[in-house]
Each structure stands twice: as C-alpha cells, then as structure tokens.
C-alpha cells in the first residue's frame, strides 16, 4: 500500500465494520442515522475549528508523507473525515452494547464518577494553562460533563462510560498507528511542549480525554433530539 493512503486507510477501516452491521435486525443502527446525522452536523464544525486552529498554533501537525495531499484550509481531508469515521464507529459500539447488554451496571456510580471528573479536570486544567493541548482539553471536557449533569441530566451516562471502556481497545489500536506505532514517523505529530509529556504508548494521555469528548458529544446531542421526537411524538409537546 501507498504510504500516503495510511491515514485514509485507518479512517476507512475503522468505519468499514460498523457500517456493514449497521443493518443487523437485533441492533439496527441505520434507524439512528437521523439523529446521528444531526450529531455529526454539530460536532464536526466544533472539533474542525479547535483542530485547524491548535494546528495553525503548532500544537499539532501532519506527516505529509502518510496523506493523500488534498485539504480543505489547513486541515487534510483524512483529519475531517476522522470526526465522521471515528464517532460512527465508536457510537455504534455505544448503541450496540446497550442492545447486548440490558443492565447498566454503572447507572448507580454515573453521578460520582462525572462529579469527580469535572473537578479534577477543571482544576489540573487550570494549573496546566501553560500547555495548550492539556490545559484547553481538560477543561472543555469538565464544562461539558457539568453542562450535562447539571442542564440535561442524562441516565445514559453509566452506559456511556461503560462503553467508552470497550472504546479503548480500538482506540489503542488506531490511535496508536496515527501517533506512531509500527512506524518510523507519526502521521499526526504533537509539540511536546504543549502537551504533559505522559504517554501510554505512543498516544498522549490528553488524546484520550480528546476522544471521550469527541464520543460523548456525539452521543449527547444525538440522545437529546431522540428524546425530543419522542416526546412530541407521545405528548405532542416540546421535552
């Protein structure tokens, strides 16, 4: 394979399985496209803007060596379809799981684990201001995490980190090639300047909260517009 299909290729499969279950009758996600097509219009915006500018900053960057050569801004079109390829699969997963799985086994620790974590974040973000990945990821994942427990309220959370768990084999795994492992360059580099210097591998500690967030947006808008239809669809009234 060409090297400079690498990056296109862990988007399209790691897309490529999710996509052919999708239409499973015991689990059919496709039914769910909707609602994630109205995710995906949100939060691929969101995550593009944060990543062309920290790549304009020189947070991060691209090894050219391992891209097809066609952008759009700053950014190469491997990274934005990365914010497609990645939430479907890993909201399948989500979505999946509930169906295989009917106890949510963490519903009675979801508050105290996202309590703990909005304040964890929002403080060691705050002492780490200095380091642009560390100090802006960890506190837009403890805003985020407080919007939702104190504004939605969502019950979905203990499921949602149940299956973020499951998330983290795959992740290691693509992750882990697009920051370097198995390979003499990364595809996407980091400024070690900006970052804690704690890596698990290859992959830097903050890519992790950075892929929690990038998941659990997608599945936070997409539960909040299912909910909605389904209420005026019940009580032919807004939620």
């Not at 090297?3 to 499973?24: G, R, T």
């Not at 990038?214 to 807004?238: C, H, P, Q, S, T």
Request: proline fraction near 4%.
């Amino acid at each position: 394979m060409n090297s400079k299909y690498l990056y296109l290729s862990i988007d399209i499969v790691s897309l490529l399985l999710p996509f052919l279950v999708s239409f499973q009758s015991k689990a059919p996600f496709y039914k769910k496209w909707k609602y994630l097509g109205i995710a995906l219009l949100i939060s691929v915006p969101f995550f593009c803007a944060w990543d062309s500018l920290f790549t304009h900053l020189g947070v991060w960057g691209f090894n050219a060596q391992y891209l097809c050569g066609v952008f759009i801004g700053n950014l190469p079109l491997e990274e934005i379809l990365f914010f497609i390829c990645i939430p479907y699969a890993c909201v399948f997963t989500y979505f999946a799981l509930n169906h295989l799985i009917e106890k949510d086994y963490l519903f009675p620790h979801q508050e105290l684990i996202s309590s703990a974590l909005i304040i964890l974040l929002l403080i060691f973000g705050i002492f780490h201001m200095d380091k642009l990945y560390t100090g802006v990821t960890f506190i837009v994942v403890s805003l985020f995490l407080a919007y939702l427990m104190l504004k939605i309220r969502p019950r979905y959370m203990g499921r949602f980190y149940f299956a973020f768990i499951v998330i983290l084999l795959p992740f290691f795994l693509f992750n882990g090639v697009l920051t370097g492992w198995l390979l003499h360059t990364p595809v996407v580099w980091y400024n070690d300047k900006q970052l804690l210097g704690i890596r698990l591998g290859t992959i830097p500690f903050e890519d992790f909260l950075y892929g929690m967030l990038l998941v659990l947006m997608n599945i936070a808008i997409m539960e909040w517009f299912e909910d909605r239809d389904y209420y005026r669809a019940k009580f032919g009234a807004k939620k």
